[in-house]
C-alpha cells in the first residue's frame, strides 16, 4: 500500500538526515527530532510552518496512519462516494496525501477498480520530494497524481469554462481548516469559505463530494488564552453556504470516540484505533498517533437551485 511505502521511504530520509544541519534557526531544544516543532506548529505556539525536510518526513511517519485512517473508515460507511464510477479527487492543501492513501487502501482491500484520480495543491513546496515519491509508487499501482504549488482558487480559475479540462468531483479538505484557523482571521475563512462554494464547488457535477475531515472542535485557544474558531465551525458555514447554492442537498456527519472527553458530531464511528500496521521501528522513533479522534463532514451536491 502506498502508505506503508511513503512512510518507510520518510523514515529512511529521516534517520539518514544530516542532523547538524536538522531544525535550523529552530528555537527549540529538539535533541535530535522535530516533534517538538510539530507541536509548536499544530498548537499555535509559534509562527513555524512545515518549512524544512525534516518536518516533513517527520510528520509523514508520525500523523499519516491516523488521518489516513481516518477517512478510509469514513469510505467504509457514506454512502456519498457508491454513485462516482471513478474518483477525481482536488485535495486543497494536500501536504502527505494521507486522503489519497485512504482511498488507494480503500479501493484495494474492496477489490474494486474504481479508478483514481488525484491533484494535490500546496502553497508549500518542502512536500515535493514526498509528492515526487508518491507520484512514482502511484504510477505503478495504476494511480494518476498531479501536484500544484499554487493558490487552488487560481488553478480552478484556470479550468472555468472549458468543459475538456479536468474537474473533479471529489474535494477534499484534510485538516486544513484547523490550519489556516490557526493563522488566519475569522473573516478571512469565511472568505476562503465562500470562495470555495463560488469558484470550485460551482464548477464540480452534480452528484460530486465536498469531504472535511479536521479537528473535532469548533473552538480552541491560543497559548495565550485567546479564543478563535476552529474546524467544526467552519464545516457548518460551508454546509449553510452550499445549501442556498443547491436544491436536494445530502450531509453526512462523523465523529470518533476518544478516551478523554469529546464532542458528539452526527453518527460514532464504531472504532478509533487505525487500519494498517505499524512496524516497531516507527513506533519507537516517532511515537505515531494511533487513535483516531476527528469529526467529519460529506456534502453531496444537489442541483443548483
Known amino acids: 500500500?502506498?502508505?506503508?511505502e511513503i512512510t518507510a521511504s520518510c523514515h529512511l530520509a529521516y534517520a539518514n538526515a544530516d542532523t547538524v544541519k536538522r531544525c535550523v534557526g529552530c528555537t527549540n531544544n529538539c535533541q535530535g527530532s522535530c516533534e517538538k516543532c510539530l507541536e509548536g506548529i499544530h498548537y499555535v505556539k509559534?509562527?513555524?510552518?512545515?518549512?524544512?525536510?525534516?518536518?516533513v518526513n517527520y510528520y509523514v511517519c508520525k500523523y499519516s496512519f491516523r488521518y489516513a485512517t481516518e477517512v478510509?473508515?469514513?469510505?467504509?460507511?457514506?454512502?456519498?462516494?457508491?454513485?462516482?464510477?471513478?474518483?477525481?479527487?482536488?485535495?486543497?492543501?494536500?501536504g502527505p496525501c494521507t486522503d489519497l492513501f485512504a482511498f488507494e487502501s480503500s479501493v484495494d482491500k474492496k477489490g474494486?477498480?474504481?479508478?483514481?484520480?488525484?491533484?494535490?495543491?500546496?502553497?508549500?513546496?518542502?512536500?515535493?520530494?514526498?509528492?515526487?515519491?508518491?507520484?512514482?509508487?502511484?504510477?505503478?499501482?495504476?494511480?494518476?497524481?498531479r501536484f500544484s504549488y499554487t493558490d487552488v482558487l487560481n488553478l480552478m480559475a484556470g479550468l472555468s469554462g472549458r468543459p475538456t479540462q479536468w474537474v473533479p468531483n471529489i474535494?477534499?479538505?484534510?485538516?486544513?481548516?484547523?490550519?489556516?484557523?490557526?493563522?488566519?482571521?475569522?473573516?478571512?475563512?469565511l472568505s476562503f469559505l465562500d470562495d470555495v462554494q463560488q469558484k470550485i464547488v460551482s464548477q464540480m457535477p452534480t452528484g460530486s463530494i465536498v469531504l472535511l475531515n479536521d479537528i473535532n472542535l469548533s473552538s480552541n485557544n491560543k497559548p495565550d488564552g485567546t479564543a478563535f474558531k476552529t474546524s467544526r465551525h467552519f464545516?457548518?458555514?460551508?454546509?449553510?453556504?452550499?445549501?442556498?447554492?443547491?436544491?436536494?442537498?445530502?450531509?453526512?456527519?462523523?465523529?470518533?470516540?476518544?478516551?478523554?472527553?469529546?464532542?458528539?458530531?452526527?453518527?460514532?464511528?464504531?472504532?478509533?484505533?487505525?487500519?494498517?500496521?505499524?512496524?516497531?521501528?516507527?513506533?519507537?522513533?516517532?511515537?505515531?498517533?494511533?487513535?483516531?479522534?476527528?469529526?467529519?463532514?460529506?456534502?453531496?451536491?444537489?442541483?443548483?437551485?
Not at 76 to 82: I, L, N, R, W
Not at 248 to 275: C, I
Open 235 to 305: 464545516f457548518d458555514r460551508l454546509h449553510a453556504e452550499m445549501k442556498k447554492a443547491y436544491k436536494n442537498l445530502n450531509r453526512w456527519t462523523y465523529h470518533f470516540k476518544a478516551d478523554s472527553s469529546y464532542y458528539r458530531y452526527g453518527t460514532e464511528h464504531d472504532g478509533n484505533g487505525v487500519l494498517y500496521s505499524v512496524s516497531d521501528t516507527i513506533k519507537k522513533s516517532y511515537n505515531p498517533w494511533l487513535q483516531c479522534r476527528s469529526a467529519q463532514m460529506v456534502i453531496k451536491k444537489g442541483a443548483a437551485n
Open 46 to 55: 509559534d509562527d513555524r510552518r512545515y518549512n524544512c525536510p525534516n518536518i
Open 1 to 4: 500500500m502506498l502508505i506503508e
Open 72 to 94: 478510509e473508515t469514513l469510505l467504509g460507511v457514506c454512502p456519498a462516494f457508491d454513485d462516482l464510477s471513478d474518483y477525481r479527487i482536488l485535495s486543497v492543501g494536500c
Open 112 to 145: 474494486s477498480s474504481t479508478p483514481i484520480d488525484y491533484r494535490g495543491v500546496d502553497l508549500d513546496e518542502t512536500w515535493k520530494p514526498i509528492h515526487t515519491r508518491i507520484s512514482n509508487i502511484a504510477a505503478k499501482r495504476g494511480i494518476s497524481t
Open 171 to 189: 474535494l477534499s479538505l484534510q485538516y486544513v481548516l484547523s490550519d489556516m484557523a490557526n493563522h488566519c482571521t475569522e473573516q478571512e475563512m
